[in-house]
């Protein structure tokens, strides 16, 4: 039977439109990364994908449980610790390949109010009564025998001489962000939680920060996973830029690295 020739060129451009390589927008790149993280790394990844037209789906909660989750096989092509023994924890497992990783950027920990707490300024220094200070009430901060900001919490109080009289009133969340949220809720009087954290919320106060030497360094390292795709690593190069150094310093980290461009 005869066919128009124009039906077999609409018939083959639309069969070749079908089965034509994944453009750029249909490529996706999955982040793990620590719950603290999110506010700056949505805007690194709009920006991001603005450039590219890769998309970037992430997944946020506290590094310990994506650290868990990868090693369980979660399909992950980026993990972004907020300590360095969960990202020690996960190349351990064989679950990173370790030549990327990046100690990327760094943190302080602080001492937060709901902010319309009595609580003002307060000196944190040896001899520190945080439990005295709470008085009746919550101190909200991570899980501190797993999630980072807890276990750098823990490492502070202990190093003041604070932590065994106020570690009854600890009420452990399982994530710096959920730590952050009961105290702007007024669930928890105070909240020890990162200086990042406490600049995007704005129902708490700072009334205290740790000082440096008090705690581990705080250090969020970055890298691809053993099974992350081949645009990862144009990704992971975008993180080390001058455009993230600007976002992320923005948002209050201190970026440890020289930007790449």
Same mark, same amino acid.
């Given at each position: 039977?005869?066919?128009?020739?124009?039906?077999?060129?609409?018939?083959?451009?639309?069969? =070749?439109?079908?089965?034509?390589?994944?453009?750029?927008?249909?490529?996706?790149?999955?982040?793990?990364?620590?719950?603290?993280?999110?506010?700056?790394?949505?805007?690194?990844?709009?920006?991001?994908?603005?450039?590219? =037209?890769?998309?970037?789906?992430?997944?946020?909660?506290?590094?310990?449980?994506?650290?868990?989750?990868?090693?369980?096989?979660?399909?992950?092509?980026?993990?972004?610790?907020?300590?360095?023994?969960?990202?020690? /924890?996960?190349?351990?497992?064989?679950?990173?390949?370790?030549?990327?990783?990046?100690?990327?950027?760094?943190?302080?920990?602080?001492?937060?109010?709901?902010?319309?707490?009595?609580?003002?300024?307060?000196?944190?220094?040896?001899?520190?009564?945080?439990?005295?200070?709470?008085?009746?009430?919550?101190?909200?901060?991570?899980?501190?025998?797993?999630?980072?900001?807890?276990?750098?919490?823990?490492?502070?109080?202990?190093?003041?001489?604070?932590?065994?009289?106020?570690?009854?009133?600890?009420?452990?969340?399982?994530?710096?962000?959920?730590?952050?949220?009961?105290?702007?809720?007024?669930?928890?009087?105070?909240?020890?939680? /990162?200086?990042?954290?406490?600049?995007?919320?704005?129902?708490?106060?700072?009334?205290?920060?740790?000082?440096?030497?008090?705690?581990?360094?705080?250090?969020?390292?970055?890298?691809?996973?053993?099974?992350?795709?081949?645009?990862?690593?144009? /990704?992971?190069?975008?993180?080390?830029?001058?455009?993230?150094?600007?976002?992320?310093?923005?948002?209050?980290?201190?970026?440890?690295?020289?930007?790449?461009?």
């Amino acid at each position: 039977m005869y066919r128009p020739a124009g039906i077999f060129t609409a018939l083959f451009i639309l069969l =070749g439109a079908i089965h034509s390589p994944a453009a750029a927008q249909d490529k996706t790149i999955t982040v793990f990364a620590a719950a603290s993280m999110k506010n700056a790394l949505d805007d690194i990844d709009a920006a991001y994908t603005a450039k590219t =037209g890769v998309k970037v789906t992430v997944s946020y909660a506290a590094s310990s449980a994506l650290a868990k989750q990868i090693e369980q096989g979660a399909p992950a092509d980026v993990f972004i610790s907020a300590d360095t023994d969960w990202m020690d /924890y996960a190349i351990g497992k064989k679950n990173i390949h370790e030549p990327t990783r990046v100690n990327l950027l760094g943190n302080s920990i602080v001492l937060v109010a709901p902010k319309d707490s009595k609580i003002d300024n307060v000196s944190i220094g040896a001899g520190f009564d945080l439990a005295k200070l709470a008085g009746d009430g919550k101190i909200a901060t991570g899980d501190v025998k797993s999630v980072p900001v807890g276990k750098y919490a823990k490492a502070a109080l202990e190093k003041l001489g604070a932590w065994q009289a106020a570690e009854p009133k600890f009420a452990m969340a399982d994530s710096a962000r959920a730590a952050l949220t009961l105290v702007a809720r007024g669930e928890a009087a105070l909240g020890i939680v /990162y200086s990042t954290d406490a600049k995007v919320e704005p129902g708490v106060k700072v009334v205290g920060t740790f000082p440096a030497d008090s705690h581990p360094a705080i250090i969020y390292p970055v890298a691809a996973t053993t099974t992350a795709k081949p645009e990862t690593s144009d /990704y992971l190069a975008f993180l080390r830029s001058t455009a993230a150094k600007n976002i992320l310093e923005k948002y209050g980290f201190k970026f440890l690295v020289s930007p790449s461009t």
